[in-house]
């Protein structure tokens, strides 16, 4: 760290730094979601076994039943969330591989309350034949999500769409592709997005510091990313890296 602030001079030890702040930031956001999350496995058990039990009665109203199977199928949708919550927020190291598609499920599923209470609705087209990509898979997860989310922030009427594709390039490199039908961006905001702390969501709490995090983290794990907008007609940001080894 100290070394690559010598080398390169005060402007990079500057964007070290916010960035820095910024992963502290999400980090004590992961710490205390996880212990939230936590809090929520005992009751959401609770709920599970119980509507189990009432299920086992023999002469229950066909509609208590079809009530109750409701109830303990979305407990245990809560269950695979709050599992899947815990394994975000854990702290793992920097290395590792990631499978794309199963990286783009895992987020669609987190946002997919956000997207339904936007009306937005998201849908996928995936190729289940690439290879894994080299990219550690919480890195990934962060990348995907700041580029989801900001889809569905860009979205005002309840009729957008929010399309997420994976496929190989030409050059055998794995392309992840997020468009969105939102207002677009004029060429001048398109050249500022990926600067720190560059965000149009004043007073909405925006920092403008998540494209400026996903292209560092694109960067680090040797990939790249792109993005092609015009004003009124949406939006298409697209992350490329090698596949592994
Ligand atoms: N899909 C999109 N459609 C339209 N504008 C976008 C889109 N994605 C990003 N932008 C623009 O790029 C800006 C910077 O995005 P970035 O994610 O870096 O910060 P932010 O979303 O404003 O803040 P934060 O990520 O902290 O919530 C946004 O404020 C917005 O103006
Ligand atoms: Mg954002």
Redesign the pocket.
């Known amino acids: 760290m100290t070394v690559t602030a010598e080398i390169h001079g005060g402007a990079i030890s500057g964007e070290l730094f916010r960035q820095m702040a910024y992963n502290e930031k999400m980090a004590e956001l992961g710490r205390i979601s996880a212990g939230v999350v936590h809090e929520l496995n005992a009751p959401l058990s609770v709920i599970s076994s119980a509507s189990q039990m009432i299920l086992r009665e023999s002469d229950l109203p066909e509609f208590v039943r079809e009530m109750v199977a409701r109830i303990n199928s979305e407990a245990l949708r809560l269950s695979q969330l709050t599992r899947g919550l815990l394994s975000f927020s854990s702290h793992d190291d920097s290395g590792g591989e990631s499978d794309v598609n199963l990286t783009i499920a895992f987020v669609l599923d987190f946002v997919g309350f956000e997207a339904a209470q936007r009306g937005v609705t998201v849908s996928r087209r995936l190729d289940y034949r690439l290879p894994l990509v080299a990219v550690n898979g919480n890195a990934l997860k962060q990348m995907l999500l700041?580029?989801v989310?900001?889809?569905l922030?860009?979205m005002a009427d309840a009729s957008g769409t929010v399309l997420v594709e994976s496929s190989a390039t030409p050059e055998g490199r794995i392309r992840i592709a997020?468009s969105?039908s939102?207002?677009?961006?004029a060429p001048a905001?398109v050249s500022?997005?990926?600067e720190p702390y560059?965000?149009?969501?004043t007073g909405?709490?925006?920092?403008?510091?998540?494209?400026?995090?996903?292209r560092t983290l694109a960067e680090q794990y040797g990939g790249s990313i792109d993005?092609v907008?015009r004003p009124g007609e949406?939006?298409c940001?697209s992350i490329t890296f090698d596949a592994a080894e």
Request: charged share 10%; glycine share 18%; aromatic share 10%.
């Open positions: 700041n580029i989310m900001n889809a922030q860009a997020i969105d939102g207002p677009g961006m905001t500022k997005i990926f560059f965000t149009t969501k909405e709490g925006g920092t403008g510091l998540g494209l400026f995090v996903t993005v907008s949406g939006a940001f």
